[in-house]
Structures are given as C-alpha cells and as structure tokens.
C-alpha cells in the first residue's frame, strides 16, 4: 500500500477518534448550522459510548450471522444437503427483497423495545449476504481443483478445509463486508426502536430541529461504514491474493 | 492488387512493424508467418486501417487507402479473425446479412445472397439460417465467419489465424473449401498463420516477418531453395525442407520416358505422394499415366530424390 | 437424494417396507404441525392497544371450519412429504394458502363478538408459519418447475389477482390491519403514490444520468476508477446518514434560494429522500453498465469495427444489447433498494409506506407496522420478479437455459 493512497485513510480515522473523543473541540464548525442558541454539539450523551454500542451490536449480530450462514451454506453443498441447494437460492433471492426497515418494524411487536429487535434484524438481515457469498464461493470452486484434491487421497472433510474454504474466502468475505455495511446502517434506524447507537444523535437532531446534531450523526456514521468497508476490502484482497483469484474490481 | 509501401507502426519507440513493403496481386493467396509477437497481426490490421500506420500506406487496386473514409474502406473488404467474432445476439442469417444490411441493400437481395453463401459453405439454410452462434459447431461457425466476410462481395479478404481453433481434421477441410471458393471468386486473399503446413499448402507467396521486419517475400519454392535468412530456413524447417519441396511438385515434372510394372501413378500427383507411394511398395520405379488413364511415361526414386535437393 | 426408510418388523419372518420421504417435505411437514397444534392461530384483543391473548386454531373457528381447515392443512403435510412431482406440490400450496387465508379472516369474524368495534384479532404465530411453511412448499415446487419468464410472469399475475380477490371480497374486513387501513385508507393510498413516486422516480433519474455516465466509464479507464470509486463510498453511506447530510445543504437551498423553495425544495421531506435514493441508485446502473460493456468479448467488437460498423452502430447493434442483460441485474438491484429504503424516507419528513412503519413502532402497534411493511415487502417482491424475468427475457434465445 503506498503512503498516497493510505493517507485519506489514516486521516479519515484520526478525525473520527478526535470527533468522537472530543467533540467540543469541532463545536466551531457545527454553530453557522443552529439557530436559536441551540447547542452545537450533541449533549444528550456521550458521542463516544454511542458509537461503542453501535459497533458492538452490528459485531455481535455480524458474527451470529456468519457463524450459521457459514454452517448452512457448507450444509447445502455437501452430498448430503445437496437437496436444498436449489430452495436455498431461491430463499436467498427472496429474502434479499425484503427491506432490512421491514424486519426491525416486525420484530418490535414481537420482542419489544430496545437491542433486542435491532439484534434480531441484523442478524437476520445479515444472513442472507453472507449465506448468498458463501454459496456462491463454494460452488465456484474450480472442479479441476476439488478432482486433483480428491485425486490426492484427501478426504471430505481435508477438501472442505484445506481446498474450498480457503478458496471461497474472499468471496466469503465480501458477503461479510456487505452484511456489515448493511447491519452500520440499519443499526442507525435501531434508535427509533430505543436502541443505544449513533442513529440517536440523528434522531434527536430531527426531533428538535437541529441541523447540527443530524449532521454529526451522520458523518460519524458515514465515516465509521467507509472505513470498516475499506479496511475489510483490504482484507478481502490480502486473502484474493492468498488464493489466486483476482477480485473484480467493480463490485 | 494490393500494394503495401514502406509500412511502419510504432508504440512509443517500439517498431511493432518496420518499414515492410510487398505486393499481392490480384486474385493470389499471400500468407504471413512469423513467431508470435512478430507484428504479423499489425501488419493486416493496417490494412483495413483497424490500426492506423505510423508511416508507408497502403494501395488498393492504385488507391490509397487513407483517401477511403474508415468504415467505408472496411465495407469493402473482408475481415475473418480468430474466434471469429460471430455476434451472440444474431442468427447466422443476421450474422452474415451484417454488412449487406449497412450497406443499404434491400431485404431481398440480402436474403438471396444469405442463402447463396449458406449454399456454398454446405451448411443447409433451412437448417441453419436460424441458428445462433452458440449453437453451432466449432467448424460451422468458421465457416459462418467466412461467409460473414465474403457477404458483400468484397475483393480482398483479410484473415487472422481464421483456422486455429479447430481441430486438425476440420482444418484440413476448411483450408481445402477455402482454397476452392477463393479461386472460383477470384478473391484476394491475406492471410496471418502460424503453421508452416496450412501456408504451403494455401499460398501462392509466403511474407515471413520477425521483429516487426519483413525478411524475405517470395513464392513457397523459393523460400525453401533459397532462403533469405538464417531465422527464414529455421522457420521452415531444414529437416522438413526436402519433403516440402517434394510436395510443392507434381509428377509431370519428373517424368521420363518408358515403362514400368505396376499400378500407374496420375501426373497431378504430388512427387511428395509419389515418393512414399514407391517406398510403401519397396520399387524402383512406376509407370505414370494423364487424367484419362493414358500411359505416359515413368517416374523413378531416383528422378524424385534429384528434385528434392538444394539447386545452386 | 431421499431417505429410504426401512423398517423391520420383529416377530414376523423379516418383511420390509419401503417408504421414500422428500426430506424438505418432512421439514415442512413439522413445521405445519408445530403451527397447527402447539401455536396460535390468532391473536384477539379487546382494543387496539392492550395486550393480546393467543386464540388456538380449533377455538378461533367454529368446530367444524376448524376441522375443515386442519384436514385440508394436513393433506398438503402428507403431500409435501410423498408426492414428488412438482406440479402435485405447487397444487397442495395453492389449497393449503387458500384454506389458509380466508381461515383467517372468518376467525377475526368468529372471535370479534357482535356489535363490539374495539376489539381487535390479528395473525399470531400459528398463522405465520403455516404461512412460511406453505411458501416454502410453493417456493421449492416453483424452484424445481423451472418456469421459463413468460410463466412466472403469470404465474405472479395469479398470486397477485387471487391477493386482491381475498381483500376486496371483504374476507379480511374483520381483521386489524383492514381495520387499521379503513382508518386511513386516503392516506394509505397517498403515502403508497408517494413511495412509488420516490423509488421509481429516483430510479428513472438514476438511468438518465447513469447509462450515458456508465458508457463514458467504460471508454475512458482514468474516469472509470474515479466515478466508481466515489459511487461505492456513497453507497457505503448508511441511509439515515445520508439523509442526514443532505438535509444541511438542502436547508441552505431552501433559506437562500427563492427559486429551490418555490420548487418545493425543503431541507426536511422528499427532495433530501429522492436524492440520497437517486445517489445510492447509481452505483448498480453505472457500475453494471461498465461491467455489462466490458464483458463483450473482444473477438466481437473486433469484428464489428473490422466490418465497417461506426462507433454509434457498434454502441447501438453490438455492444448495449449484449450489456443489456447485466445493466438490467443493475436496474433489479437499485429497484428492490430503493423500494425498501423509500420506508427511511417517513424519518425525515419525506411520506411513503415508513410514516404506518415508524408510527406503528411509535403506538406499537403490529397492524399499523404491517400496513406499512407488508405493501413494501410485495413490491420490492413484485419488481424482484418482473425484473428477472425481463432479465431472463432479454438474454433471449441467445442464451440457452441452464
Ligand atoms: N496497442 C498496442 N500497444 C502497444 N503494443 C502493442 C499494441 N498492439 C500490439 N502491440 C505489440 O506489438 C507486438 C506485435 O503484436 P501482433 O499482435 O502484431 O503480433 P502477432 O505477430 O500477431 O503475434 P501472434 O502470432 O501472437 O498473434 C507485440 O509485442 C504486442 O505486444
Ligand atoms: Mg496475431
């Protein structure tokens, strides 16, 4: 990585840290924004534990999800759960239509106020990027690979952890980061649910008319999802470069 | 005729090709070898100006090329590549109606003409005028890609390794029909090849280039009995150069007077056939007899070794 | 691919019988049971806002609809798990949704007493799973059908009309989230003209400007880096932010320039909605334009411009029908995105479905969620299909099937 072309980066992450720890030292550029003596910057808590429990909730869900879409999308393409396959396709496809915002609304009623139904919408939403990746990756394994494996003597499970697995793992990872994305902004719409996150910051600046607060809720927030997406596209090519695959730039 | 003069392209400072002047005349086979990376593809790209030459230019029956506008100049002439370049998304009768169609022809001529050149490829148009190109055969769709090309009747046909992807048989038959509808045409024809064997067995002269030069321009004979170069006789293969030569020549040429035991030999023959044939039967010598049958004369090892060899 | 049941009878000389159960229909087959005998049918409520109490299937109709219902529900169990043809399955679904569906709403009828205007019956657990069982079996029978576009064009066309049979016979009426909808069935239809007018119209602007950007993209590689790379990290941008942030600018449009508030252009409400959606919505076209032209094998556009095609024939005949299969995958993308990301729009102002979504959450109250949710969920559904049949369409018989 040249110093050029990280430098947007490193900057990106200190302004936030010195945002997030310090937000007073910024009021300067929030005031042209209120009108009325409003305050500048977010008083009604601490920007820093906002932001703490955001990327707690979406971790946690993002890791729940990536465990059983794991498990699953190994499931459906082995010999045994080969049957599925087609329906799992189909379900993928399906629920990918569904608006992240639709299934927060509908677990609320049904768990009540606060993490729970953000948690139950991450995870659940966060399934479907993953799971979609993860079929796609370990059935786009080269079949000449997975036949020089098995021309090897190695077994089932050898092949699955040792030929597939780390050949799908960019492709794995890229479902990963998109789930994460998807999880940073659904977790901000969390807040009308009494979630704790940075969508509060948002939510108060609507509620009371202040300019100021949507906007620092949400360049936090903004800055927080380019960031991790870039830090995991970095990992996504360190391990597309492990297994010999290019990643196509496009995505 | 085709005349190319002083023909030079660069990349940077790169002569891709450098300074290549030679001439094909009208209704002849010209045939490009080279190693890969020679600038053979280059060299013919130029020629419909789908690369535009750094210096030299090119004349088209005296005319030069440059004074034709672009598209205008490639309606006109033929343009086969490797892989063909077949649209997915049009039926070969679509496919091959393609320059008819810019050219402002009316429907029903384009569609007498589609079937005309189905007809004469051997592929039925009832059968394949409806056909996409995925559902063709690898033979089928070089042949559709010719017959795309020859659409508008053009004079000069240009083409790139048009026979490398197929399998040695088809490609034996492909180069056989291509040979037989360019002399009934009349067409002119250059062709990029890297196989020694399909530009004997096509060209009427062989350009050999190396390192975007031009290294020697003459008649298949010739290449093999007087070599321009050291690169020139390896291209060809010394160890082959005997046989080639062989059966660059008919029988007629080394017949003798007299009479032999045996089933006769045609003078159309090659003297390459006529060798192997006397080897297999272990004798010295067979009778040769005229395309009716007529006995004519004899041919010995001997005669057909004195023609293999190198003349001073 | 099935289990082969064996079962040996002891004490008899050893005779065997062989069974073959569809493992997918015995997952179906539990769930059905789970949903019929261990969970609500339905849910009754005195009000719209107390707490509800779970009514079984057998107490929520009367006894001999309940019977009926189960009957029919168990059949299509058995069917699921023996029948293996396709067509036989996809048939059990259609019974087993239709049984299902009118249940519904003659239980709000049965449970709701005479005369009483409050109380209120909506789905509960039992109901959604039969729900999600039956689809399953519809999904996996359509699955296998491999229904060419034309089919499952019509086939969404019969979902759709026997949908708006069930609710304008009045079936439902009795049902909370009618009820919810008869209460505000004029704003219902003006937030739904306001969420198609927002998702559509952001998306018709995303094509305008996106297809020629993508064209010059794909010509010029220096461009394409740069405009795909600023589009990805606008996408990265979680909604509400981004709704968020376009607030301020468009704020200051409206205070200092006359002519934007004429037009209606406010910091709070649609124009910050529309255009944070027209923003996200470029990615997916410019990106899969690029992508869509670059696919074009070379050997083909070499042999266009080799046979005298200009740029603009070469553009028109060659390269944009080839792409268009691909830029259409981008158009499907932004399409079911913004259809679900039009429900956002209701939190700063901007209308459509989210304003029932976010008031419901406001009085949880589930029916008003669903009002809000469940149209969403069928369009973005709706335009998945149709969209991937105009996909599947487009390819056309250049294409095989695979
Ligand atoms: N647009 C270009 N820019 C720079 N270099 C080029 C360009 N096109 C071709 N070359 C270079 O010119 C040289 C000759 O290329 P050309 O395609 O003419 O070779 P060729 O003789 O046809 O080879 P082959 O037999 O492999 O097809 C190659 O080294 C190639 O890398
Ligand atoms: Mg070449």
């Known amino acids: 990585m040249s110093l050029r072309s990280s430098a947007p980066r490193v900057a990106a992450l200190l302004l936030l840290v010195a945002f997030v720890t310090a937000p007073q030292l910024f009021s300067f550029a929030f005031e042209p924004l209120t009108a009325n003596n409003a305050p500048a910057i977010y008083n009604q808590g601490s920007l820093l534990s906002l932001t703490l429990s955001h990327l707690r909730i979406v971790f946690l869900a993002t890791l729940a999800s990536t465990m059983l879409a794991l498990a699953l999308g190994i499931f459906v393409t082995r010999p045994s759960g080969h049957e599925f396959l087609p329906l799992s396709r189909s379900l993928v496809n399906i629920g990918q239509t569904f608006p992240p915002i639709a299934v927060l609304a509908i677990a609320v009623p049904l768990v009540g106020f606060g993490e729970k139904p953000t948690f139950i919408a991450l995870f659940l939403y966060g399934l479907l990027p993953i799971f979609e990746n993860t079929l796609s990756g370990l059935t786009g394994v080269s079949p000449q690979a997975l036949d020089a494996a098995k021309g090897m003597g190695m077994s089932p499970r050898q092949r699955l952890f040792q030929v597939e697995l780390p050949l799908a793992l960019p492709v794995i990872l890229a479902g990963i980061r998109l789930s994460v994305i998807i999880s940073l902004g659904t977790a901000t719409i969390g807040s009308t649910v009494a979630a704790k996150g940075l969508g509060e910051v948002i939510i108060a600046g609507l509620q009371s008319n202040n300019v100021a607060f949507v906007l620092q809720g949400g360049l936090v927030v903004a800055l927080l999802a380019v960031l991790i997406h870039d830090g995991l596209g970095i990992a996504e090519r360190v391990a597309a470069r492990r297994s010999g695959r290019p990643l196509d730039e496009a995505r | ?312 | 691919m099935n289990t082969i049941l064996q079962t040996t009878v002891p004490g008899m000389h050893s005779s065997r019988s062989h069974i073959i159960l569809d493992r997918l229909g015995s997952v179906i087959a539990v769930l059905i049971s789970i949903a019929l005998f261990a969970a609500p049918f339905a849910t009754y409520r005195a009000n719209r806002i107390v707490a509800g109490e779970g009514r079984m299937l057998t107490e929520a109709l009367p006894t001999a609809g309940a019977l009926g219902v189960t009957a029919v529900i168990l059949c299509v169990a058995l069917c699921a798990v023996l029948a293996r043809a396709p067509v036989i399955r996809l048939a059990a679904a259609a019974a087993g949704l239709g049984a299902v569906f009118p249940a519904l709403g003659w239980s709000a009828g049965f449970l709701t007493p005479a005369g009483n205007t409050f109380a209120r019956v909506s789905p509960a657990l039992g109901f959604w799973l039969l729900t999600l069982a039956l689809a399953l079996l519809a999904a996996d029978a359509l699955t296998r059908l491999r229904l060419g576009p034309l089919a499952r064009l019509a086939a969404l066309a019969v979902a759709a009309g026997a949908i708006a049979g069930l609710l304008l016979s009045g079936a439902w009426n009795d049902l909370s989230l009618l009820k919810e909808y008869a209460n505000r069935a004029d704003s219902f239809w003006r937030e739904a003209r306001q969420h198609l007018w927002l998702a559509l119209g952001s998306m018709a602007a995303a094509c305008l400007v996106g297809l020629p950007l993508g064209i010059l993209a794909h010509r010029f590689r220096a461009l394409r880096a740069a405009v795909l790379q600023v589009l990805s990290i606008v996408q990265t941008v979680p909604s509400i932010a981004l709704f968020g942030i376009l607030i301020a600018p468009l704020g200051y449009l409206a205070a200092h320039v006359p002519l934007a508030a004429a037009l209606g252009i406010r910091g709070i409400g649609a124009a910050p909605a529309f255009i944070a959606l027209f923003l996200y919505s470029l990615l997916p076209v410019v990106g899969n334009t690029v992508t869509g032209l670059s696919q074009v094998p070379p050997a083909v556009t070499d042999a266009a411009r080799g046979m005298g095609l200009s740029r603009r024939q070469r553009l028109l005949e060659v390269e944009l029908p080839l792409a268009l299969p691909v830029i259409l995958a981008g158009v499907r993308i932004v399409l079911v995105q913004n259809l679900g990301l039009a429900t956002v729009a209701a939190l700063i102002g901007g209308g459509g479905f989210g304003t029932f979504v976010f008031q419901g959450i406001g009085q949880t109250a589930i029916d008003l969620v669903l009002l809000g949710a469940v149209p969403t969920v069928a369009l973005s559904f709706a335009a998945a299909v149709i969209l991937d049949a105009m996909i599947d369409l487009a390819k056309g018989p250049s294409h095989d099937r695979d």
């Open chain 2, 1 to 312: 005729m085709i005349e190319i003069e002083h023909l030079t392209k660069r990349y940077g400072a790169a002569a891709i090709v450098d300074d290549v002047s030679f001439r094909v005349e009208e209704g002849t086979v010209a045939a490009v070898v080279g190693t890969s990376g020679a600038g053979k593809s280059t060299l013919l790209r130029m020629i419909n100006r789908l690369v535009e030459p750094s210096a030299g230019r090119v004349l088209i029956d005296g005319q030069d090329t440059m004074a034709i506008p672009e598209d205008a100049l490639r309606h006109r002439i033929g343009y086969v590549i490797q892989g063909y370049g077949l649209f997915p998304h049009r039926t070969v009768a679509e496919n091959i109606a393609t320059v008819p169609r810019l050219l402002g022809w009316d429907r029903r001529q384009i569609a007498a003409r589609v079937e005309e050149l189905l007809d004469l490829f051997g592929l039925d148009p009832a059968e394949f005028a409806k056909k996409f190109p995925h559902q063709l055969s690898g033979g089928e769709q070089q042949r559709v890609g010719v017959a795309r090309a020859l659409a508008a009747r053009p004079a000069l046909l240009l083409m790139d390794e048009p026979f490398g992807a197929l399998d040695p048989v088809i490609r034996h038959k492909a180069q056989d029909e291509l040979l037989s509808i360019q002399r009934r045409l009349g067409t002119t024809v250059v062709l990029v090849t890297h196989d020694m064997n399909e530009a004997f067995h096509l060209a009427d002269r062989i350009a050999v280039m190396n390192q975007g030069r031009l290294l020697q321009y003459a008649a298949p004979a010739e290449l093999l009995t007087r070599p321009a170069e050291a690169f020139v006789e390896q291209l060809v293969g010394s160890a082959e150069r005997p046989f080639r030569l062989l059966s660059l020549m008919r029988v007629q040429e080394a017949v003798e007077p007299g009479t032999a035991e045996g089933e006769p030999l045609s003078v159309a023959d090659t003297l390459h056939d006529a060798l192997s044939r006397l080897i297999w039967l272990g004798r010295e010598v067979l009778p040769v007899a005229d395309a009716s049958g007529a006995p004519v004369g004899r041919i010995s090892v001997s005669r057909i070794l004195a023609h293999g060899r190198a003349r001073a």
